[in-house]
C-alpha cells in the first residue's frame, strides 16, 4: 500500500520534509501547500495549494505540518476533522489548551498523530537509550544538555524554550523513561526579540535524576551534547555528528594519599561507537509512515509532545517568577 502525503508549509524545515517524502518507500508525495509560495521550489511538478482545506480536497492520507507554531491547532484540527493523520512539527502547539485539543481531536478518531521532536531518531541518541536499558551505565545519576548557537532567522513566533529547548525535555524524558517532576529556570532577553533567547535548566525526573540544560541563540558556534552520568561511567552523544562516546570509570588504586582521600572516580577506557549513521528525518518519517500502517514504531505521539509543552511552560513560569515549579503527569 503506497500512503498518499501532503506537506503544508515550504519553509527551512519543510523543504527537507518535502525531499525527505519523495525518499520514502511506500509514501507518494502528491501535493503541498503554503499560504506564502514556495520559497525554495520545492514543489515541482506537483499540485501547490494555499491553504489546509485545498490540500485535504486533492485527497491524502497523512499531512506533514511544518507551518508555523501559531497556527498547529487550526491545521491540525481541520486534518483530524478530516480524518487525516499528520506528523506536526514541535512544538506541538503554541499554549496548553491549543495541544490538549489537538490531542483529543486525534484520539478520538482514533487518528496517528505524531510531533517532529526529530532527536528521538538520532543514531547516537538511540544507540544510547538501548545501552541505559542494557544496564552499560548502572544507575544513571543525572543528564545534562546543551544546546546552543546562532539565532535561526527561521524562528518568529517561539522563543528559544520551545524551539531547541523542548527537544531536550523530550529526549531526556525519554533516554530516562521517566517524566519530570519540577523544574527550576532562569532566562535572558539579549536579541531586542519578545521571546527569551537564552534559558538555563535544573530540573528532577520521577526516577530520581537530576537534569539540566543550557540553551540559547548567543552562542557563535553550533553545540548539541547529551552527556548521561551514572556509577560506571558517562556517555557523551554529539547529536550534531552522530557520535557516542563512552568514559569508563577507572578500575586502577593509586597509592597518593591526596588523592585517595577523596572517594569519586578515576579516568578509565574511552570508547568511541561506530555507528550506522542513517539520517533521522528519513527515520522519523518511516516511523511515521509504518504506525500509520499498524506497526507499533516509535513515534512522538501528540500526548508526549503535550508533556514536553508542559515542562516548557513550567520552565518559563519558574524564569518569570523566580519559583521551582511543580509538573503535573
Known amino acids: 500500500m503506497t500512503l498518499r502525503f501532503g ?50 480536497e486533492h485527497g491524502v492520507d497523512a499531512v506533514v505540518v511544518a507551518v508555523p507554531t501559531q497556527f498547529h491547532e487550526e491545521v491540525g484540527l481541520k486534518l483530524a476533522a478530516a480524518g487525516v493523520h499528520a506528523l506536526i512539527e514541535k512544538p506541538v502547539a503554541h499554549s496548553l489548551e491549543a495541544g490538549t485539543r489537538l490531542v483529543e481531536a486525534f484520539e478520538a478518531k482514533d487518528l496517528v498523530g505524531a510531533v517532529g521532536h526529530i532527536e528521538r531518531f538520532n543514531p547516537a541518541l538511540v544507540s544510547l537509550r538501548k545501552r541505559l536499558e542494557n544496564g552499560d551505565l548502572g544507575e544513571v545519576y543525572q543528564i545534562h544538555t546543551r544546546r546552543q548557537g546562532p539565532f535561526p532567522a527561521r524562528i518568529a513566533d517561539v522563543g528559544v524554550m520551545k524551539d531547541l529547548g523542548s527537544h531536550d525535555v523530550d529526549l531526556t524524558a525519554w533516554l530516562a523513561r521517566s517524566d519530570y517532576t519540577q523544574v527550576a529556570a532562569q532566562t535572558a532577553f539579549r ?57 569508563e570509570n577507572g578500575t586502577h588504586t593509586t597509592e597518593w594519599e591526596a588523592v585517595t582521600s577523596f572517594r569519586g572516580v578515576s579516568e578509565g577506557t574511552v570508547t568511541r561507537f561506530q555507528l550506522e549513521k542513517r539520517e533521522p528525518l528519513k527515520a522519523e518519517h518511516e516511523a511515521f509512515r509504518d504506525r500509520i500502517l499498524g506497526t507499533a514504531t516509535e513515534i512522538v505521539t501528540l500526548r508526549e509532545g503535550l508533556q514536553v509543552l508542559r515542562v516548557c511552560e513550567a520552565a518559563l513560569e519558574s524564569a518569570q517568577t523566580g519559583a521551582t515549579v511543580a509538573i503535573a503527569g
Open 191 to 247: 536579541s531586542g526579540r519578545a521571546h527569551e533567547d537564552m534559558v538555563s535548566i535544573s530540573a528532577k525526573l520521577a526516577n530520581g535524576i537530576i537534569t539540566d540544560h543550557v540553551v540559547n541563540w548567543l552562542t557563535p558556534f553550533k553545540e548539541r551534547l547529551t552527556l548521561v552520568t551514572g556509577e560506571r561511567g558517562s556517555f557523551i552523544a554529539d547529536t550534531l555528528t552522530a557520535d557516542l562516546t563512552f568514559y
Open 7 to 56: 506537506l503544508i508549509g515550504l519553509g527551512m524545515m519543510g523543504r527537507h520534509h518535502a525531499r525527505v517524502a519523495r525518499e520514502v518507500e511506500g509514501v507518494e508525495l502528491v501535493a503541498v501547500a503554503d499560504a506564502m509560495g514556495d520559497p525554495h521550489g520545492v514543489a515541482g511538478s506537483l499540485p501547490l495549494y494555499d491553504s489546509v482545506d485545498a490540500l485535504i
